[in-house]
């Protein structure tokens, strides 16, 4: 059972240069969704996608954007990296709707550095 | 805005001991669901338990139980005989609906907690 998988589990970037962080799952999940953990501050929503074809922000999505290639991919693209942009990504999925239990299932995380 | 509060940065407990850990949240929402998730050094976010907010008896699994106290916005895990292997960061979250009509989590900022042998 693979579950979420997320590529690559390391990075080293150099400001200004620019990245795609991959996210696939394979449970058939209606919604996937992007985070950042920072120390401190838990887990904090950069952005998410209901279903296939759509994508909204969430509460830190400036310097982000998505794309959702099919039901089972959801990409991350840093255009221009900064230093503020070092942190651990998260991309997970969840099935909603009725009768399902809402639970997001988590990737292991992509551990950023920008230098 | 919903928010999600864990005032407990860290906490130790003795192996076999209970250890209780607090989360509070605010919400005009009247029904929603609630979550503890734990995440070992490995990183790895792992679902411990979920309590649906229109249910009154709180949700249980195994080792680890939850007061869900509606009212007061208060959701706290409990667990009980503590292992080496619970030690980890422990996360509340708070999941509401989106606009999109799917769900969002909100997080709390996290408890570390420490299982002493």
């Known amino acids: 059972n693979a579950g979420v998988t997320q590529t690559p589990k390391f990075q080293v970037l150099k400001t200004g240069q620019s990245m795609t962080l991959q996210c696939a799952q394979d449970m058939n999940h209606n919604s996937m969704y992007w985070y950042r953990q920072d120390p401190g501050m838990g887990l904090r929503l950069i952005y998410y996608?209901?279903?296939?074809?759509t994508t909204d922000k969430g509460e830190v999505p400036n310097g982000y954007n998505v794309s959702r290639l099919n039901k089972r991919e959801f990409s991350l693209r840093l255009e221009s990296a900064a230093p503020s942009q070092t942190s651990v990504y998260f991309c997970?999925?969840?099935?909603w709707g009725s009768g399902a239990k809402n639970i997001q299932y988590f990737g292991a995380g992509t551990r950023l550095s920008v230098l | 805005a919903q928010t999600v509060t864990q005032s407990q940065p860290e906490m130790s407990v003795q192996e076999a001991e209970t250890v209780t850990l607090s989360c509070t949240y605010d919400t005009s929402e009247s029904n929603y669901y609630l979550f503890w998730y734990k995440q070992p050094p490995s990183r790895q976010m792992i679902l411990v338990i979920r309590?649906?907010?229109?249910?009154?008896q709180n949700a249980t699994e195994n080792r680890f139980s939850v007061n869900f106290q509606k009212a007061a916005k208060s959701f706290s895990l409990k667990i009980s005989d503590s292992q080496l292997g619970d030690t980890a960061m422990y996360f509340c979250a708070f999941m509401k609906q989106a606009l999109s009509g799917t769900y969002k989590y909100i997080f709390g900022t996290g408890t570390r907690l420490k299982v002493l042998a």
């Open positions: 997970a999925s969840s099935e």
């Open positions: 996608s209901a279903s296939e074809g």
């Open positions: 309590q649906e907010a229109y249910k009154q």
